[in-house]
Antibody
Framework: QVQLLESGPGLVKPSETLSLTCTVS????????WSWVRQPAGKGLEWIGHIYSSVTYYSPSLWSRVTMSVDTSRNQFSLEMSSVTAADTAVYYC?????????WGQGTLVTVAS | EIVLTQSPGTLSLSPGEGATLSCRAS???????LTWYQQKPGQAPRLLIYSASKRATGIPDRFSGSGSGTDFTLTIKRLEPEDFAVYYC??????????FGQGTKVEIK
């Protein structure tokens, strides 16, 4: 059973870079697909992107600001989103699965405010 | 990018009734890559149905998925109190980009 746990700052200033890490247990980041999904309060789910064997795929609407990476030594994968605005305030989930997202982290709220 | 449109936006039903949720894609999606999730308030989404019609581990058989091409359906027979939630469809067929529908809320009437 894969377990995922997001971590990172809960508050980020506008124009700065949001950085989140997902720690994986019960699986290996060197295999399988690892995704980030976000959800603004009261709204639906938005796929941000995923990484597979260090190859990344991003949402067309976010690709210019997003970078994902894996750290195999720590069995973690990460999300960086640059030039954030209030519109990036959301619960951010990490998840895993090749076509469907079989496992999800609990989510972490990131607020963009000065 | 494939757009998924879910309908209705909200379904008001009583426990014991059946629910039919629709997910329509802007272009054809392989059934293999169509997934349904359930999300309750304050919780992460939970995998419900994958490959359009296969129930995930531990999902009761009152949940079923069907469809092909651009039209997919999630059916819930005899709603239980714990089934009132928001349901999302998702496609991963237009690899490498994935998309979610906007969700259908099933609420108690």
């Amino acid at each position: 059973q894969v377990q995922l746990l997001e971590s990172g700052p809960g508050l980020v200033k506008p124009s700065e870079t949001l950085s989140l890490t997902c720690t994986v247990s019960g699986g290996s980041v060197s295999r399988d697909y690892w995704s980030w999904v976000r959800q603004p309060a009261g709204k639906g789910l938005e796929w941000i992107g995923h990484i597979y064997s260090s190859v990344t795929y991003y949402s067309p609407s976010l690709w210019s600001r997003v970078t994902m990476s894996v750290d195999t030594s720590r069995n973690q994968f990460s999300l960086e989103m640059s030039s954030v605005t209030a519109a990036d305030t959301a619960v951010y989930y990490c998840a895993s699965g090749p076509w469907s997202l079989d496992y999800w982290g609990q989510g972490t709220l990131v607020t963009v405010a000065s | 990018e494939i757009v998924l449109t879910q309908s209705p936006g909200t379904l008001s039903l009583s426990p014991g009734e059946g629910a039919t949720l629709s997910c329509r894609a802007s272009q054809s999606v392989s059934s293999r890559y169509l997934t349904w999730y359930q999300q309750k308030p304050g919780q992460a989404p939970r995998l419900l149905i994958y490959s359009a019609s296969k129930r995930a581990t531990g999902i009761p058989d009152r949940f079923s998925g069907s469809g092909s091409g651009t039209d997919f359906t999630l059916t819930i027979k005899r709603l239980e109190p714990e089934d009132f939630a928001v349901y999302y469809c998702q496609q991963s067929g237009s690899s490498p980009t994935w998309t979610f529908g906007q969700g259908t809320k099933v609420e108690i009437k």
